[in-house]
């Protein structure tokens, strides 16, 4: 059974800073390990988007409109994954997610983290 629990996130003023981690429960990661550690978030009314990944072996990646402010790490010996972010702005406000993707290709999800900005 995987689970992806996640914890940070809350209210801050634009310019603020806040940092998440999900951390990845699994039995046997020795045998299935994880490909892909990512980020999504979703705004009222708009689709899913993804934020940052990083991969096992350690490149990121950024959407465009979050690179220079928010930065994806990981933490193997502990399964977990943060995002720190940075110089945040009320656009950032969004429900956001963690997700895993292991080389088997399965996918799981964490419940989520409500990041509220104000302006």
């Known amino acids: 059974q995987v689970q992806l629990v996640q914890s940070g996130g809350g209210l801050v003023q634009a310019g603020g800073s806040l940092r998440l981690s999900c951390v990845v429960s699994?039995?046997?990661?020795?045998?299935?390990?994880?490909?892909?550690y990512r980020w999504f978030r979703q705004a009222p009314g708009k689709q899913r988007e993804e934020v940052a990944t990083?991969?096992?072996?350690?490149?990121?990646t950024y959407a465009d409109s979050v690179k220079g402010r928010f930065t994806i790490s990981r933490d193997d010996e502990k399964n977990t994954v943060f995002l720190q972010m940075d110089a945040l702005e009320p656009e950032d406000t969004a429900v956001y997610y963690c997700?895993?993707?292991?080389?088997?290709?399965?996918?799981?999800w964490g419940q989520g983290t409500q990041v509220t900005v104000s302006s």
């Open positions: 990083i991969s096992r072996g350690g490149p990121t």
């Open positions: 997700n895993v993707v292991f080389f088997s290709a399965n996918t799981y």
């Open positions: 699994e039995s046997t990661f020795s045998t299935h390990p994880i490909a892909w």
